[in-house]
């Protein structure tokens, strides 16, 4: 008697086998297969059944290859500490999913070797890559466009690189609009925090703050640097500052380039019990944002359609110059109000 551990294993079925048993093409198997490919709903039961029976799943990868495309899109990421990188990671792998792709994460954490990340993206013959608000140094660029020259967006920042395509909402005019908001309020003196040093063109964040102020007769005031978008080291800055500046001359109003800083900077005013001294407001509007413990104003930059309109880009080709993905959403609560 031979023993089932004994026993030869079945052959895997093919294509072919399913179209014999469903009475149909091999082609009519492929479509069957295939999201939005022209078959008939009677012939995709019959498909779909025989490949039940037989145990059949399509090899989707050797077809992407043979049809010149993987369905892989590389996403390239290096701030996952960052709550709003989750965010961005989280709709992209869905719109992704939708359009029946799937997402390689690249972890291209600042101040690592790219060369081999990037490798491997390479060797699986990604459809494109999409960056998520990455700092792109100059040798990543020039890896990236070593890369057989696949379609490249940048999602979230600007960037100096020469043929990359940037999805980016209109950092100048949040930065006008939520100017505006402090001045309403009868704030004299301004701050701003940014996180790593980098030009303003990459966010045009600042640009736009300080220009309505300058508009209004104001200036800005202080520039803090926290060097990473690190909630400790926003936290260590601002405690810095208070230190080091006397109540008389400090700013009464800041914007924060993103809200990790905010809650950073927010933290330090609670640790030396002067919460309200300081109006806070922060931008990415992330979830812990609208919690009761923090109440941060934050500026939403409308996610979903900046990948939707990312994605369009990168994978038909399809680029809307303006429209409403440029725009994003401010989100009023309490840490600007003076009280």
Known sequence: MTKKSDAIPHKKATATDVARLAGVSKWTVSRAFTAGASISDSARVEVLAAAKRLGYRPNLLARSLSQKRTHIVGVAIDQLQNPHAMLLLDEVSKQLQLRGYMALLLNITEGKHYQSIMAMADQLQVDGI??????????????????????????GRNTDGQDLDMVNVDGYQAGQQIARLLLEQGYQRFGYMKGPDTPSSHLLRMDGYRDALLAAGKQLDTELIAGHYDRQRAHQTMADYLRATAASERVD???????????????????????????????????????????????????????????????????????????????????????
């Open 130 to 155: 999409l960056f998520l608000g990455t700092i792109l140094t100059d040798e990543l660029i020039t890896i990236a466009h070593d890369m057989h020259h696949i379609p490249l967006v940048q999602v």
């Open 253 to 339: 109003a800041m914007f924060c380039e993103n809200d990790i800083l905010a809650l950073g900077a927010m933290g330090a005013l609670r640790t030396v019990g002067q919460q309200n001294a300081v109006a806070i407001v922060g931008f990415d509007d992330i979830d812990e944002a609208s919690a009761p413990d923090w109440q941060l104003t934050s500026y939403s930059q409308g996610t979903g359609r900046l990948i939707h309109e990312a994605l369009n880009r990168l994978i038909d080709g399809e680029a809307s110059e303006e429209g409403e993905w440029r725009q994003g959403e401010l989100r009023v609560r309490r840490s600007h109000l003076k009280t």
